[in-house]
């Protein structure tokens, strides 16, 4: 006779409700999922979400937090102390297109920053996390970097997965890859323009060689 009842074993009820938000967000974007489909995808109350979460955007934080962080691809441009725009396309890409829906985690994301300022903050705050390069002219020229390269693989992710323009949308990703890795090669470690200017207005002294 078959046993009946709880299954054997703690159930790590957060890391339950985080797979079938993931799933749901995937399948439905963010304006199409909500915290009562994802509760009844992972099998708990409503409420046990917003225990755990607060509400939707938080629920969503949450999820970006898990198999899929661009800041990843910034730890593989330095490895070894040189940029690799290819490897830092293609690893930056593959992130997006795990599971049934290639480009779905990306939409949904684009989805959750256009409605929600909450979302859009935790997204700012991924990307100002570390520096590109490491080429010795300062922390300010790193974080103008940094704000080029993520310019560069977000709006291509945008291009590619949201918009759907053409050939980016269909190629594939290693081509992607060696159209746009040079253009990452030189945001990281190529020479900037002279006259930058830091945020509050102050001159930023050039590069040398730039």
Do not use: N
Request: hydrophobic share 40%; proline share 6%.
């Amino acid at each position: 006779m078959a046993r009946v009842g709880r299954r054997p074993g703690k159930v790590d009820t957060r890391a339950q409700i985080l797979r079938a938000a993931r799933a749901a967000f995937d399948e439905a974007g963010y304006a199409g999922t909500s915290i009562r489909a994802v509760a009844r995808r992972a099998g708990v109350d409503a409420a046990l979400v917003h225990h755990f979460f607060t509400d939707k955007a938080g629920l969503f934080v949450a999820v970006m937090e898990l198999p899929v962080d661009p800041v990843p691809a910034e730890r593989v441009a330095v490895a070894g102390g040189s940029s690799d725009g290819e490897r830092v396309v293609e690893g930056f890409l593959a992130q997006w297109e795990q599971g049934p829906g290639p480009g779905g985690s990306f939409r949904a994301l684009a989805q959750g920053i256009c409605e929600s300022p909450r979302i859009a903050e935790r997204m700012r705050e991924l990307l100002a996390e570390g520096t590109w390069g490491g080429t010795g002219h300062g922390r300010e020229v790193e974080r103008r970097r940094s704000a080029l390269v993520w310019s560069q693989l977000v709006g291509l992710a945008w291009a590619r997965y949201v918009v759907g323009i053409e050939p980016l949308a269909s190629a594939d990703r290693a081509e992607v890859a060696r159209w746009v890795g040079p253009t990452i090669d030189h945001y990281a470690r190529g020479g900037l323009p002279a006259g930058l200017r830091t945020p509050t207005g102050g001159p930023q002294v050039a590069e040398a060689g730039s």
